[in-house]
């Protein structure tokens, strides 16, 4: 019992050791993450030596993987950016006119999402939200939320975003699956916590104009952006590729050689590698881009991926701290003890961690460590419905921690009051919207 006390208190002061750095000291995640990692490890009387060696594998074990996924990503979002490709879905959807414009906002948002990091998506999209606010003389909130709850959704569970991709990577689910799942959980989640919760509010939701600071920020001429056509290819290819795998893997004998092929086209990194130099050819050299250009987007959309990337590996250096340290098989004992559903149990510490470190992916890595080694011993849960269910909570509580929230607050031009009010009550919402789906998906999976 003392030594379960030991492991509990262990866990929960490095977690605090985290939050206290980032947001009291203002140390940078890296460094928070990885003075936790020596921190456990030396709680928990590691050998020095082996200490470094769990966090250098740690790192590398995570990075391995991801970075050159990462930096594939990064190149498909850069392009979808230079070449207006979001515009055209954006302009493409209004033309429905039986689409409201908030729903309008919350497909653009999922569907751009799947190529932009979160904060990069709000500032890419967050003019079509203006444009349409003006035209239909509707109050900004009305559309921005729902783009900005969209794009938080898809960013925290659906691959190949890199906290998504990390914890699919980590508990062993198949990403075609995931990515299934991921977007009919997120289409709900931001359908019900965006429209739906601005239209029960009705008149109580505030008329907030375009702010004057970006009320000249137009929209690319619609001559100037690249067709539908070419634009949905590119940001479908990479899903579509991993979801060939997918369905190889269910359908198909093993050691064929159209099998062998079609799982090689559907690994995350060849996948991305291949829509990559196809974004380049079509969303690029097509459209009068030359490759001097291209290298020049290329090495700057490089230089925003430094950041994500030491988080992530950090993530890992903590992850192979509490194997490496025993922690975290002895917390799994404690957990499964504990009379809480792993779904439920992985959804509330991903909220909690999100709303303390303000980081839906460094939430999404400290909820995978500690909920992991419980995985074995569910065995009628799949490692999918675990995934979803982290995914689901980090969406939650985007709040004052988190820089999301300030993003969405200035380009509202809202108080501090309303955007809690609205934007973060939207990613409650949304939080909770998904974990009911991922439980329902629990009985059918």
């Given amino acids: 019992m003392d030594s379960h006390l030991w ?5 929960l002061t490095s977690i605090i050791l985290i939050v206290f750095t980032i947001v009291k000291l203002k140390i940078h995640p890296f460094l928070a993450l990885l003075l936790a990692s020596f921190y456990v490890g030396a709680l928990m009387g590691m050998n020095p030596l082996d200490m470094v060696n769990a966090i250098e594998g740690g790192i590398g074990g995570t990075l391995g993987f991801l970075a050159a996924v990462i930096g594939l990503g990064t190149i498909l979002g850069k392009m979808m950016e230079i070449s207006g490709a979001a515009e055209r879905i954006g ?18 948002g999922l569907v751009c999402g799947i190529t932009l990091f979160v904060e990069v998506g709000v500032v890419l999209l967050i003019p079509l939200a203006f444009s349409i606010a003006k035209k239909t003389n509707t109050s900004l909130l009305k559309l921005a939320i729902p783009l900005c709850t969209a794009l938080m959704a898809v960013h925290c569970i659906v691959p190949p975003h890199p906290a998504a991709l990390y914890v699919t990577n980590k508990l062993g689910a198949d990403i075609g699956s995931v990515i299934v799942y991921g977007l009919i959980v997120g289409l709900f989640a931001s359908l019900i916590g965006g429209p739906l ?16 600071e970006f009320s000249d920020i137009e929209v690319r001429k619609e001559e100037d952006l690249p067709s539908l056509g070419a634009t949905l290819f590119t940001v479908l290819l990479p899903i579509v590729l991993m979801l060939i795998k997918t369905a190889a893997e269910l ?5 064929t050689t159209l099998y062998t092929v079609l799982e090689f086209v559907g690994n995350p990194i060849t996948a991305m590698f291949i829509a990559a130099f196809v974004a380049y050819y079509i969303l690029g050299i097509k459209r009068n881009m030359g490759m001097s250009t291209l290298l020049v987007k290329t090495e700057e959309c490089f230089g925003s991926i430094a950041n994500i990337l030491l988080i992530i590996g950090a993530g890992g250096a903590f992850n192979g701290i509490l194997k490496g340290s025993g922690l975290s098989d002895t917390l799994a004992i404690i957990l499964s003890n504990l009379d809480m559903h792993p779904i ?3 959804w509330l510490v991903a909220i909690i961690l999100h709303a303390a470190v303000g980081s839906a992916t460094v939430a999404m890595m400290g909820a995978t ?3 992991s080694p419980l995985l074995p011993m569910y065995p009628d849960i799949s490692p999918e419905i675990i995934t979803l269910a982290i995914g689901s909570g980090a969406i939650g509580c985007t709040i004052v921690t988190d820089s999301l929230f300030w993003l969405v607050k200035q380009y509202c031009g809202a108080t501090l009051n309303e955007t809690f009010k609205y934007y973060t009550t939207a990613t409650f919402i949304a939080s909770l ?4 789906g991922t439980f329902l998906l629990s009985y059918v999976v």
């Fill in 91 to 108: 302009i493409t959807l209004q033309r429905c006119r039986w689409l409201s414009p908030d729903v309008i906002m919350v497909l653009v």
């Fill in 197 to 212: 919760f601005l239209k029960f509010l009705g008149n109580r939701l505030p008329f907030k104009p375009v702010p004057a």
């Fill in 369 to 371: 460590a500690i909920v």
């Fill in 433 to 436: 919207i998904a974990l009911a």
């Fill in 7 to 11: 492991v509990i208190g262990t866990l």
């Fill in 344 to 346: 439920l149990l992985a």
């Fill in 251 to 255: 359908n198909m004998t093993k050691g």
